[in-house]
């Protein structure tokens, strides 16, 4: 069973990202923002981590960060998941070897489960 750490802060999204993630056969942790996001990393080892970049505590890119300078953390596919669409957060996010940046408003759910699905098979 692949396993997926979700990381937004919105309550609503998470839970709706959550429950599809489950659903398909998951197993799936959540946290709400960047710090709890590295807490629950570390003692979950995901497969595969969603991660939106605008949270509070510590926002998504500055967990990136930290994720990718834990021996653990510098290898796992993250998948930027948001509504920013900013060109330089964009760049930033590439440079620390996320797979994928998605704009939340342009994608519908499924798309995303499958855009997981093909990212884990290259695993």
């Known amino acids: 069973?692949?396993?997926?750490?979700?990381?937004?802060?919105?309550?609503?999204?998470?839970?709706v990202l959550s429950a599809k993630f489950?659903?398909?056969g998951f197993n799936v942790k959540v946290?709400?923002?960047?710090?709890?996001?590295?807490?629950?990393?570390?003692?979950?080892?995901p497969d595969l981590i969603l991660l939106?970049?605008?949270?509070?505590?510590?926002?998504g890119l500055t967990m990136l960060?930290?994720?990718r300078?834990?021996?653990?953390?510098e290898k796992v596919?993250?998948?930027i998941l948001t509504n920013l669409s900013e060109a330089d957060?964009?760049?930033?996010a590439l440079e620390r070897g996320v797979f994928e940046y998605l704009i939340k408003s342009n994608w519908k759910l499924d798309e995303v489960v499958k855009l997981v699905n093909t990212r884990l098979e290259k695993k």
């Open 77 to 79: 596919p993250v998948i």
């Open 31 to 45: 946290a709400k923002n960047g710090q709890e996001g590295l807490t629950v990393f570390k003692k979950f080892l």
């Open 52 to 59: 939106d970049i605008v949270m509070p505590i510590m926002d």
């Open 22 to 24: 489950i659903k398909r």
């Open 89 to 92: 957060k964009t760049a930033e």
């Open 69 to 73: 300078q834990d021996p653990l953390g």
């Open 1 to 15: 069973m692949k396993k997926i750490l979700i990381v937004e802060d919105e309550k609503s999204l998470r839970g």
């Open 65 to 67: 960060k930290l994720l």
